[in-house]
């Protein structure tokens, strides 16, 4: 599962933001998920206690707000590019295989 958030952090898990219930809808090993943020803050990584999941920042340099919101549709496509070059390279490490009509590097 791929989903969004504006910033995680320590809050996305202790007030329920989306990204911490969708796990709920399987058991935590059968539902990887994967999060595109804008922004990384403090104990983001304790969404990992609660998915088995993976965090990947849209912003990959340091920019002024206004100019991340301009390129935000180039930055997200980055990141989404990005992601799922990983999980592609993940899906070889374990023997698994991605549909080709995903549009996939």
């Not at 969708?22 to 998915?51: N, S, T, Y």
């Not at 980055?78 to 490490?93: E, H, L, N, T, V």
Request: hydrophobic share 45%; glycine share 14%; net charge positive.
């Amino acid at each position: 599962m791929v989903t969004g958030e504006g910033r995680i952090d320590g809050q996305s898990v202790r007030y329920g933001k989306v990204v911490a219930g969708l796990p709920g809808a399987a058991p935590k090993q059968a539902l990887p998920l994967a999060i595109i943020h804008r922004r990384m803050g403090p104990e983001a990584e304790m969404i990992f206690d609660v998915a088995f999941s993976s965090i990947m920042p849209s912003v990959s340099a340091a920019m002024p707000w206004k100019e991340a919101l301009s390129r935000s549709h180039e930055l997200f496509e980055s990141a989404a590019d990005r992601m799922f070059r990983f999980i592609k390279i993940g899906y070889g490490m374990g023997g698994g295989r991605l549909n080709s009509g995903l549009g996939l590097c």
